[in-house]
């Protein structure tokens, strides 16, 4: 394990998914270019108020406290709290989580309910695992990045498709964090990547258009690239928001990507001050940096 001496860091993954989330959610499922202008919006697909942010970080939110709570990752534990999070506010969970997490609520076994929701849905390669996946690479460095990342994907999404996606961006993640430049960290990241769609599609991100769909693959090749393609936290995440479709996890999984490479000091203080619920992100960024292996 390689430890992160400066939590700026971890704290720019949480803190920068959540501003993506709260931004890009006034424009969920809106056409391409909304005309976005940087500024937390109220509403949206459900009511909401300006910088409140939606299930995208409560799941990251969820793994991040898991992970520090645990040790380590622990599926029965981020299930619960997954689930608890999800009988406040199940409006906001997406079809194949909430159905997961249905069916564990009833007593199905936990990796039993992913694969009878796969089976029924006629699959399951949505872009949920992908959202929440980053604060594995803050957990760890080593091959477990990859793991993990598998294992907390099929937890709730079977297709591999998903899970290779995570592994991507939490791969990204785990090095930019410790201080590898970001172009680096993407070429690590897909000399790891084992699905050759996937590798095929994220090693050429510019000769592919930036789709922002609901399809796991679709939202992480928009994110990727949109950052790639920018040179700032302050640049990347309204540009994910202008694509349109599914902004709030494009822009959630952008900013997470940004926020481990700049730093959250990099992120304009108005974006700090106006996001909602932002105690718990910050605690949450504590105690995962304090629960690091070093």
């Not at 730093?263 to 629960?291: D, F, K, M």
Request: glycine share 12%.
């Amino acid at each position: 394990m390689t430890f992160i001496s400066d939590i700026r860091y971890v704290a720019g993954v949480l803190v920068g998914l959540a501003i993506g989330d709260a931004m890009g959610a006034p424009f969920e499922g809106t056409p391409e270019h909304p005309g976005f202008t940087g500024n937390f919006l109220p509403g949206g697909r459900m009511a909401r108020k300006s910088g409140s942010y939606t299930d995208d970080t409560l799941q990251a939110l969820a793994l991040a406290e898991s992970l520090a709570s645990c040790g380590g990752y622990c599926p029965e534990d981020f299930m619960g709290r997954l689930i608890r999070d999800f009988d406040l506010t199940p409006f906001w969970y997406g079809p194949t989580s909430g159905a997961v997490f249905q069916r564990v609520r009833a007593g199905v076994p936990l990796h039993a309910a992913a694969r009878i929701v796969h089976e029924e849905r006629g699959g399951s390669r949505s872009n949920g695992s992908v959202m929440r996946g980053a604060p594995i690479g803050v957990f760890y460095s080593g091959p477990e990045v990859e793991a993990c990342s598998f294992a907390c994907s099929a937890l709730t999404h079977r297709d591999p498709v998903a899970g290779a996606c995570s592994s991507f961006v939490n791969r990204m993640v785990s090095d930019m964090c410790r201080g590898v430049p970001k172009r680096r960290a993407w070429a690590r990241a897909l000399q790891k990547c084992r699905i050759e769609e996937v590798a095929s599609v994220l090693g050429h991100f510019g000769a592919y258009p930036q789709v922002a769909g609901l399809d796991a693959l679709l939202a992480t090749h928009a994110a990727v690239s949109v950052f790639m393609e920018t040179e700032s936290f302050r640049e990347a995440v309204p540009v994910a928001v202008s694509l349109g479709g599914d902004t709030d996890t494009v822009a959630a999984i952008t900013g997470a990507l940004a926020g481990s490479s700049y730093g959250v000091h990099t992120i304009p203080e108005r974006w700090l001050s106006g996001l909602s619920g932002s105690e718990r992100i910050w605690r949450a960024a504590y105690r995962l940096w304090c629960a690091i292996p070093g």
